[in-house]
């Protein structure tokens, strides 16, 4: 299966190590993968997107666009309906056909979002089924593992969330202490990329124990600066930590519940 992996890594500046140690996999299965030897899964694309920070359809070969695909299809159509007219069928007739198909195809566009095997904990700290951990340059990194994906539509994602689907990561929160907001068993999608509390708002956090999911703000005049972290539930005390003894994930922006 031919594929963009090794030019969006070098172009990234990336080793094949790197790329590995990110997906959370190694450099044998990166080389087999850029190289067309491993069928490229839903789930590789999207371990390899996080890696690359990129979207997943970025690293498909893009010699045959969609796009001149779709064009390819509307002229064979246009060929048949010239050899067969239809009553009141012209080309300006199907012209507003394509392009009305063309609006439709734009508004059903989806992007995956991966849905990360770990459970935010929401009382006493929560247990990792990752590892979840500082890489170096003061964000928390993941190193595996993907339970799946969940396709949402583009525009949705983009205008009404606000949020980049490579930026978007979905997590399973358990415990009590966000009731009646969020309830164990939860999915909240998380905004990597908005990592600041302020304004204050319901974040995804690693504690120094555990990923938890919290409401977090920062305490003005403070010195040094902390954060308070408090729950829903009032049967759960909040406390305080300083910026430098927590990794804030992201902030959630959406949550999805069975009924």
């Known amino acids: 299966m031919d594929n963009r992996i090794k030019e969006l890594r070098q172009a990234k500046g990336l080793t094949l190590q790197q790329v590995a140690d990110k997906a959370g996999t190694t450099k044998a299965q990166v080389m087999k993968l850029e190289k067309g030897d491993r069928r490229l899964t839903d789930i590789w694309m999207v371990r390899l997107a ?26 064979q159509d246009g060929d048949q309906n010239a050899a067969s007219p239809r009553k009141g069928g012209g080309s300006g007739d199907r012209s507003k056909t394509s392009a009305k198909a063309a609006s439709v195809n734009k508004g059903r566009q989806s992007d995956n979002v991966a849905e990360i095997d770990v459970r935010g904990g929401m009382g006493g700290g929560g247990e990792a089924g990752v590892a979840y951990h500082p890489d170096g340059k003061g964000d928390v990194s993941i190193a595996d593992d993907i339970r799946g994906n969940w396709s949402l539509p583009s525009e949705y994602l983009r ?34 990329n908005d990592q ?16 938890v999911v919290k409401r977090i703000e920062h305490i003005p005049n403070s010195d040094p600066p902390l ?12 406390y305080q ?19």
């Open 50 to 75: 996080i890696a690359l920070a990129c979207d997943p359809k970025e690293l498909m070969d893009t010699r045959r666009a969609p796009s001149a695909l779709s064009e390819s299809e509307d002229d």
């Open 159 to 192: 205008t009404e969330l606000h949020v980049q689907p490579t930026a978007a990561r979905i997590i399973e929160v358990q415990g009590d202490s966000m009731t009646p907001t969020l309830v164990s068993g939860d999915r909240v999608m998380i905004d990597i």
């Open 196 to 211: 600041r509390p302020t304004p204050p708002g319901i974040f995804a956090l690693w504690d120094g124990f555990g990923v």
């Open 227 to 238: 954060l308070r972290i408090s729950s829903d539930n009032a049967n759960h005390a909040e």
């Open 241 to 259: 930590r300083t910026f430098d003894e927590v990794n804030i994930i992201g902030r959630v922006i959406w949550f999805g519940r069975r009924m």
